[in-house]
């Protein structure tokens, strides 16, 4: 090992932190992210192709061979949307990033999420706000308007009043912080919904149905709140619950 130390030119040394370099960055990139859970099922596509070689397992490993000889296209087809932003973010965020956010209590960001919630029902002002858990929401964050701020009851209510210019789309928080508002999301097309439920409420199911996000729902037609999770929805819920259930669900 110590000889061949000896044998590395400084080229070799700036390949090495390089690629090093560039392997971190795609890392910090899609983790987090959906792309993060598709890359670790072809991981497992990947072992179970080296297995099923090794094993000799001939029509699996013929089906994974044939798979795997246009994996080229299919990572491009399956990741077209995060290669656009990973490209977008390397031309815009910096290289390295020294500044640290400070980060709020979990209590207290349920606690004003809470609040916020109980009081815009009691006003009958409309608003949804999803949680990121492990599924990252980046890509519905795009056409929305990027903040980076504490939560706070006072402004979640300022963001969802009807005069606000962003009080349309949902307000995503990310490891405690508000990090997007006016935020499109898919809508679920379940057949079977509520024919009461409007926007918000389809939204809410849509991206809990496609991530693991946690969505509160608050209806301006009837001033109640609503729980969405996994494209499942608790109406009705009072702040007491709200609080206990976001202690379960939402973990940073």
Do not use: N
């Given at each position: 090992m110590i000889e061949l130390l000896h044998q590395l030119r400084p080229q070799d040394a700036l390949d090495i932190g390089i690629i090093t370099f560039l392997v971190y960055r795609a890392l910090q990139i899609v983790r987090g992210s959906r792309a993060m859970q598709m890359?670790?099922?072809l991981a497992v596509i990947l072992v179970?192709?080296?297995s099923s070689r090794t094993l000799g397992?001939?029509?699996l490993s013929w089906i994974l061979d044939n798979f795997l000889s246009s994996i080229i296209l299919v990572i491009i087809v399956i990741f077209q949307s995060d290669i656009r932003r990973a490209l977008t973010q390397v031309g815009t965020a910096p290289l390295f990033s020294t500044l640290e956010r400070s980060v709020q209590r979990r209590e207290d960001v349920i606690e004003e999420v809470a609040q916020a919630a109980m009081a815009l029902a009691?006003?009958?002002v409309g608003a949804l706000v999803v949680f990121q858990r492990d599924v990252g929401l980046s890509e519905f964050m795009e056409i929305g308007t990027r903040l980076d701020a504490w939560v706070s009851r006072e402004?979640?209510?300022s963001v969802f009043l009807p005069h606000s210019p962003i009080h349309d789309g949902a307000l995503v928080i990310q490891k405690g912080r508000v990090t997007a508002v006016r935020c499109l999301l898919p809508l679920s097309t379940n057949p079977h919904l509520r024919k009461t439920w409007g926007t918000r409420h389809r939204a809410a199911l849509g991206v809990t149905e496609e991530t693991d996000a946690v969505a509160i729902v608050v209806s301006e037609q009837e001033g109640t709140v609503a729980l969405v999770m996994g494209g499942n929805v608790t109406e009705n819920i009072d702040g007491v619950r709200l609080r206990s259930a976001l202690r379960?669900?939402?973990?940073?």
């Open positions: 890359i670790i099922g179970a192709y080296v397992l001939f029509t009691a006003k009958r402004l979640l209510e379960e669900l939402v973990k940073s």
